[in-house]
């Protein structure tokens, strides 16, 4: 009995010693030690996103064949309409080219899409994030934005060997710059997630919101990214604003809360925008302590 | 196979558990919930392995949750070191099956507290009325820990059986 009381003791004094060394250690240390559990819970995330694929493969294959002929047509359909407007976007793309060359204008970072799956979703008070099955084999970095069609679905925090990590609009890690729909002066307004502290769906807060803007009758007002700072793209719908708006503290701004413009949990597929040329963004994200 | 590496097979043997719960989170991801077992499955291990062995499988299981979440390094793993070390020294306290269950709630509770807290201090951003929100966690984890402790520790059980772990003894 003595013995296990020693040992216990002893134990004790070992912990405390390591969490000393612990604390002390280089953070290089500690980050291979995450990255070597990361890596080691990789596989079973991605055989859980393809036993899910494979799922909904066979909920589709039971499918009766006039559900699938009519699927077919109502897509030949909207692929008919789509080639019109992607005519109609060439026409827009080689005249906007030809503005730019004529007023030497800047062009904006180019990204480079590449679609990936969602293995699983985890969420908290601390964090909203969503696991994708694509890594740094594939290209993906750091920083770099995701998006849904044209909804900003957050950014890519923490890349790993064949899976990635991404902070969601509303996780408190996000920030953005944007603009507020019905604005003429076009001023700037800061998005950043806030902690969840209700069992709702999960909203990020719309700061500095001009004392004078007034919010449009009738429709939310929308939220788009300015494409300043270099991560996202100008144009990207961040999502709408809740409600109204009310007044800080101080007075001389105000603040609304923001209702992303999809269910974000319910995303099967997103789009990792990879900017060709490494932006500044990403440089600072490498320092990050906990990605 | 040596004794040495049982609590890294009863690990890979408890992993399914742990990948069964990031699955239930992520159907619950909706609410800002996390279905959180490490704790419970901490405590069959501790009643039958050497201290030295539930102390690397308390490690490591701490350090699979914090892997892919925003919490500290070591902050979970360590704390259940802790209790690891506790529990193996004071193998009476789970001699029966109703104080194994009451230990399961008690150290998932625990250690459900401890990532909690250890994510708010590196929180990038403040916030309010936290309160009701850790009750509903903490509730969960208590309601996770006590029914998800038998399936566990049967899981668990079956492979330090498999593994020649020596039985817990019945007068610790």
């Known amino acids: ?291 | 196979m040596t004794m040495g590496w049982a609590w890294l097979f009863l690990l890979l043997a408890t992993y399914p558990w742990l990948l069964g719960a990031d699955l239930a989170s992520d159907a619950l991801a909706p609410s800002s919930l996390v279905v959180f077992v490490t704790g419970a499955c901490l405590v069959a291990p501790c009643r039958r392995l050497k201290r030295w062995q539930c102390v690397l499988f308390a490690a490591c299981l701490g350090f699979l949750f914090e892997a892919r979440r925003a919490v500290p390094d070591g902050a979970l793993a360590l704390t259940l070191v802790a209790v690891a070390i506790y529990l193996s020294s004071h193998r009476a306290l789970l001699r029966t099956t109703p104080r194994m269950l009451q230990g399961a709630a008690a150290v998932n509770v625990g250690a459900c507290l401890a990532w909690y807290a250890a994510a708010a201090l590196a929180a990038p951003s403040s916030a309010d009325g936290m309160a009701g929100h850790l009750f509903g966690q903490l509730l969960l984890a208590a309601v996770v820990g006590v029914l998800g402790f038998v399936p566990i520790a049967l899981t668990q059980n079956a492979a330090m059986d498999r593994l020649g772990v020596p039985p817990a003894p019945e007068t610790p």
């Open chain 1, 1 to 291: 009995m003595d013995q296990n009381r020693q040992g216990a003791r002893a134990s004790y004094v070992v912990l405390a010693a390591f969490v000393a060394v612990w604390v002390l250690l280089p953070s290089a240390v500690r980050r291979f030690n995450r990255e070597a559990f990361v890596e080691f819970q990789a596989p079973a995330l991605h055989l859980l996103g393809r036993s899910r694929d494979l799922a909904t493969f066979f909920e589709k294959k039971s499918r009766s064949a006039e559900e699938l002929a009519a699927a077919g047509r109502d897509l030949a359909r909207i692929n008919a309409a789509l080639e019109l407007k992607l005519k109609t976007m060439e026409d827009l793309r080689r005249e906007n080219l030809r503005l730019r060359e004529l007023t030497r204008y800047n062009v904006p970072a180019e990204y480079l899409s590449v679609v990936a799956r969602v293995a699983t979703r985890d969420s908290s008070s601390w964090w909203q994030r969503i696991v994708i099955r694509k890594g740094r084999n594939d290209g993906i970095r750091p920083g770099a934005p995701v998006i849904f069609g044209d909804t900003v679905v957050g950014r890519v925090t923490a890349v790993h060997l064949t899976t990635s990590e991404v902070d969601l609009v509303t996780s408190p890690g996000f920030r953005c710059t944007a603009y507020l729909e019905g604005d003429d002066q076009n001023r700037i307004v800061l998005v950043n997630g806030v902690a969840a502290n209700s069992l709702g769906a999960a909203k990020a807060r719309v700061s500095v919101i001009p004392y004078d803007y007034l919010l449009p009758a009738g429709t939310p007002a929308r939220v788009t990214t300015t494409g300043m700072g270099g991560v996202f793209p100008s144009g990207l719908t961040l999502g709408y604003l809740d409600g109204g708006a009310y007044a800080t503290q101080v007075g001389n701004f105000k603040e609304s809360l923001l209702v992303p413009s999809r269910d974000l949990y319910n995303l099967q597929e997103v789009s990792v925008l990879v900017p060709i040329h490494q932006t500044p963004g990403e440089a600072l994200m490498q320092g990050d302590q906990f990605q």
